[in-house]
């Protein structure tokens, strides 16, 4: 942890992120920046406005979307200020100014979630509003409203639309947030014209792009450099080609993470369904690509696993075809879900990150997946994973 980590919040929500990215230039933990520092001073006004906001309703309930067929009691309506959507390409900053502008803001009623996980959340919740009251018309107000009676802020990091499931829930979803007075900050490698296009169900999600236009200021980060590249280090984590030397590596990582444990196939229990790992041990998972990514998984099931184990070893990874689209995305949702959760990964595949799909459709989203794997190479990631698997193997 450095050392703006350990400062208190108070510190910060009086400063405000303009001040405290200063203060980061600064201390040298930041690279100046003019790009970001034009995003901070948009993030800086919001702030302001977010100081000024007349108090909403008190007494919160842990859990974001839990509780939510209590009633709750209607409330005045006060102007909100409008939300942010931050886009830009990977590794720019996106997700370290949000999160410096959330740490800053003074509310108490605040909430920072990797949009899939939200998702997670809202499938979950729907589905047991439905099953406990099956006569329910629509469950979605009723689960707008109670996000709202918690929460004024809402940051989304990583906007995405993966499927049309999601597409058409989220248009009223968001809709009903707005009318409550739901604050959305969010980041995304997306533009907002550009979300779920090309799709099937494309046109049917216009409607919300407009309301996404109508309720969040566009902010575009285009820094000159990808700073993960940046702190790129050669490691041993990305080990090509797949042969029996890279298996051989694999094994000797996986024995050091097993710590004395045998190895043995492993069942995840999720809610109505199970995931198998092919083998497991200790803190330590280990798949084929084939068994990890080529089989009809979800970002449910991706994000179960990096919170059950803290080291991800995948086998012979191979190129993708430019038609396999599903076999990129789920790739994709597997390195969203590591990467968001701090896991570590050791890989042996048939080629570079770079080179594993390069011109099918979604190759810009895999260029994102290319920088992650890039930072989830690097020396800082490997000591925060290694601790993560050390009190992991501690606490088993
Ligand atoms: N000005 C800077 N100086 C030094 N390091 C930086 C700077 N800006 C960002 N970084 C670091 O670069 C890494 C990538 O930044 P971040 O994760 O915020 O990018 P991103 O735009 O959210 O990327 P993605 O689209 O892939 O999510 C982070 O570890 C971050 O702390
Ligand atoms: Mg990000």
Redesign the pocket.
């Known amino acids: 942890m450095n050392d703006s980590n350990v400062i208190d919040s108070s510190v910060l929500q009086r400063q405000g992120p303009l001040a405290a990215y200063q203060a980061r230039?600064a201390s040298g933990?930041?690279?100046?920046?003019p790009d970001?520092e034009r995003v901070v001073k948009s993030f800086n006004q919001l702030w302001m406005q977010l100081g000024n906001l007349p108090p909403r309703r008190s007494a919160p309930r842990p859990g974001l979307l839990t509780g939510l067929l209590r009633r709750v009691k209607p409330e005045p309506q006060v102007k909100r200020p409008r939300g942010l959507y931050l886009v830009?390409?990977?590794?720019?900053?996106?997700?370290?100014?949000?999160?410096l502008f959330f740490e800053c803001v003074p509310l108490q009623r605040k909430e920072r979630i990797h949009f899939l996980r939200f998702m997670q959340d809202v499938h979950k919740t729907l589905y047991d509003m439905k099953r406990s009251h099956p006569n329910m018309a629509d469950p979605i107000p009723p689960l707008a409203k109670n996000i709202a009676s918690r929460v004024d802020l809402l940051c989304f990091?990583?906007f995405q639309i993966n499927d049309i499931a999601d597409a058409m829930i989220l248009g009223r979803l968001f809709e009903a947030l707005f009318a409550e007075g739901v604050i959305i900050v969010t980041?995304s490698?997306t533009v907002p014209g550009e979300l779920f296009q090309n799709r099937p169900g494309a046109d049917a999600f216009k409607p919300f792009i407009a309301i996404i236009h109508r309720e969040l200021d566009t902010v575009e980060?285009d820094?000159p450099r990808?700073?993960?590249r940046?702190?790129q280090q050669e490691q041993t984590t990305w080990i090509t080609p797949a042969d029996s030397q890279a298996k051989k590596c694999l094994d000797e990582i996986f024995e050091k993470y097993a710590a004395g444990q045998e190895a043995r196939p492993y069942t995840i229990q999720l809610s109505g369904r199970t995931f198998e790992v092919d083998q497991a041990a200790g803190s330590v998972a280990r798949f084929s690509f084939t068994s990890l990514c080529e089989q009809p998984r979800g970002p449910g099931d991706y994000i179960a696993l990096a919170k059950q184990f803290p080291v991800i070893l995948i086998d012979d990874v191979r190129v993708i075809g430019d038609e396999e689209t599903n076999l990129a995305r789920r790739f994709i949702t597997v390195i969203d879900a590591l990467y968001d959760n701090g896991n570590l990964l050791f890989v042996s595949a048939e080629a570079s990150p770079d080179e594993l799909f390069t011109t099918g459709e979604g190759a810009d989203a895999f260029a994102?997946t290319a920088?992650?794997l890039a930072?989830m190479g690097s020396e800082s990631w490997l000591e925060r994973g290694a601790q993560a698997a050390r009190a992991a193997h501690s606490a088993l």
Not at 29 to 33: V, Y
Not at 88 to 99: I, S
């Open positions: 230039l933990e930041l690279r100046f920046d970001q830009g390409r990977v590794g720019r900053g996106k997700t370290m100014l949000m999160d990091d990583e980041t490698n980060l820094s990808d700073y993960r940046g702190r994102r920088s992650r930072e």
